[in-house]
């Protein structure tokens, strides 16, 4: 199993630019979210997708839109990027349901926005 | 809405000592309570959590927890503390209402040899 995997790893993008970062796993996962991870701020959630075919916001969606393309599958989209959006990004995944399930996070996305 | 505090930004501790990171939480209902740790440049590692039952957590290379519901805490511990475990460790609490994780800002640890 490759767990839970991120495309790409590194990104440097100008003001202005857009771009999607990947997230896919293979463990058969209901729930898929996307975080942010800023020094001091420990992890902060973008978006959430507690089934396929639905998702919601969470503490910092401004900026940002997703895609859950299927079961596996969990993409983040930034339409035009802000030096505000320079950060690490981690996309996990969890069986979902009543709560009681850890996260398995992939190994992170750096994104700079010159 | 539920929040988690981890009061130390940095914690050090002498190779074979016992180690302490603390985490106090607020969450409204019975909390789900969770600890990650974080390598250089990975992902977050899960090491364990608490849902019910026993307040004492047993979990992933040496690590527990205790949960303690008067204090709204769940501090992380570990009888003795090896070089390896320097790393950045993360608490996190989801309610039995709500889909999302709090996370914690991060405490760093350093095993010092």
Known sequence: ?114 | AQSVAQPEDQVNVAEGNPLTVKCTYSVSGNPYLFWYVQYPNRGLQFLLKYITGDNLVKGSYGFEAEFNKSQTSFHLKKPSALVSDSALYFCAVRDMSGQNFVFGPGTRLSVLP
């Open chain 1, 1 to 114: 199993n490759a767990g839970v995997t991120q495309t790409p790893k590194f990104q440097v993008l100008k003001t202005g630019q857009s771009m999607t970062l990947q997230c896919a796993q293979d463990m058969n996962h209901n729930s898929m979210y996307w975080y942010r991870q800023d020094p001091g701020m420990g992890l902060r959630l973008i978006y959430y997708s507690a089934s396929e075919g639905t998702t919601d916001k969470g503490e910092v969606p401004n900026g940002y839109n997703v895609s859950r393309l299927n079961k596996r599958e969990f993409s983040l989209r930034l339409e035009s990027a802000a030096p505000s959006q320079t950060s690490v990004y981690f996309c996990a995944s969890s069986e979902g349901g009543t709560g009681t399930y850890e996260q398995y996070f992939g190994p992170g996305t750096r994104l700079t926005v010159t």
